[in-house]
């Protein structure tokens, strides 16, 4: 954030998109609390903070008289609790470029925080919307995106409003600095041997993950129930485990490329089977290509993780996207658990570790295992396009 704060009105783009219970008292403030410091900065430095977030999908439930439900989607839910991080009081304005907007922009002092209302409230913000996006622009002098999580939308603003200011007045934010620096420390020169431990539930939610993946590292590690599909694209037998027919081939293609490149490429050699997709079935270890019919591989099994750990414990550079079982379920938690286990382990060795773009970032963080290993991921869809070698429209915005 190399911007001259002092005096300066300072648009933040945040995501402030966080889960509710009922009454509205905030359930996880993990999200408000990574945008904390880059806000205390600019305050610190003397400016004033406009934030602006999205809050939801006020759009796609609306009320039965069409209107928006802005008492389920307002962002003044936010404030108080946001007040107190902050230690001092935010301001609010119910509309999100409007006269209310406008008005306390205008009024803001150094040193003051104002929250705008959901960005979401008008489709001109999905929509890209120029004229939306310059309303935006023109409340502050500067712009700061810190809305890593959303850099894959070209939104109003996320994509649009960057245009309206040029390289010497904007600026990504801490947290959003942070996920590119760390995810180009795997992505530009990484220390070798590198492992991709990529796992999950579908082939096809990963297809170009792998396929960048095939191209540049040592060792791929695949797990989860995608894994499936590559043990049946071998010839086993894998009774009634996940598996995406129509992408059988793609998998064999994948399998050849590897060997072609030198990469070693791991499937679990064994799973943990169960009888039904339930916490309570009856389970038993089995070859993963020797699988009864009936019975479906819901974990890797104890020699697959003994291979997978060995690799892992190998690697100089790792890249974790996707559990290697159904992890929600205990009983189908261990692989998963064994792996986050071993990344931790590789990390104290020197090991530089990135868990990102999945449900590998809960599993890490429900086993209490996010503070062992380099860096955990806020980024969820737009890391894993960042990974895939995808140009994000929230980043390249900001370089034009
Ligand atoms: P992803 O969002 O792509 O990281 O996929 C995560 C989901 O994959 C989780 O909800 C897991 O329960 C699911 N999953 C992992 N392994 C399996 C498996 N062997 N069979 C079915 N689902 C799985």
Redesign the pocket.
Known sequence: MNLQFKDKKVLVRVDFNVPFDADFNITDDTRIRSALPTIKHILKEGGSVILMSHLGRPLKKLLPDGSIDVQKHTLEHIVPHLSDLLGQPVQFAQDTVGDDAQAKSAALKPGQVLLLENTRFTKKEEAGDAKFAKKMADLADLYVNDAFGSAHRAHASTTTVAQYFDKDHKSFGFLMENEIINADKVLNNPTRPLAAIV????VS??ILLLERMIDFVDTLIIG??MAYTFVKAQGGEIGK??VEEDKLDLARDLIEKAKNKGVNLLLPIDSIVADAFAGDANTKVCSSNAIPEGW????IGPKAVDTFKNAVMDSRSILWN???????MEAFAGGTKSIAEAVAAATEQGAFSLVGG???VAAVTQMGLAGKVSFVSTGGGAMLEYLEGKELPGIKAMKE
Do not use: N
Not at 199 to 202: E, P, S, T
Not at 296 to 299: A, I, K, P
């Open positions: 796992g999950g539930a579908k939610d990963k989860g129930g485990s996940l479906m591989g819901l974990d996707g559990p290697m079982g159904v992890f929600e999945g449900d590998s």
